[in-house]
């Protein structure tokens, strides 16, 4: 059993950064790939980036070259840097986990909100 907590979420003008943070508790060696999906009101739930165990990553093609996703192994944490923010981001970002046999964990949620 794995649980995510996830935190930074916030309200921010078009163009501002924000960065949020997953930390992980639990049976955190069994975790492989780590990441964060997103879903604003009204719109599937899309996936926003991956980060492997080993640093490997992908990025949706939305927020290429804006976002940048990280992990620190040794603290059980990802990241996700939201840089050249636009209101089309707005959204509830989840950060998830899967565990070497595929199972996926997901956190609660933080909100993002992107306003002048």
């Known amino acids: 059993q794995v649980q995510l907590v996830e935190s930074g979420g916030g309200l921010v003008r078009p163009g501002g950064s924000l960065r949020l943070s997953c930390t992980a508790s639990?049976?955190?060696?069994?975790?492989?790939?780590m990441g964060w999906y997103r879903q604003a009101p009204g719109k599937q739930r899309e996936l926003v980036a991956t980060?492997?165990?080993?640093?490997?990553?992908y990025y949706a093609d939305s927020v290429m070259g804006r976002f940048t996703i990280s992990r620190d192994n040794a603290k059980n944490t990802e990241y996700l840097q939201l840089d050249s923010l636009k209101p089309e981001d707005t959204a509830d970002y989840y950060c998830?986990?899967?565990?070497?046999?595929?199972?996926?964990?997901w956190g609660r949620g933080t909100q993002v909100t992107v306003s002048s």
């Open positions: 998830t986990a899967w565990n070497t046999r595929s199972y996926q964990y």
């Open positions: 639990g049976s955190i060696f069994s975790i492989n790939t």
């Open positions: 980060i492997g165990k080993g640093g490997s990553t």
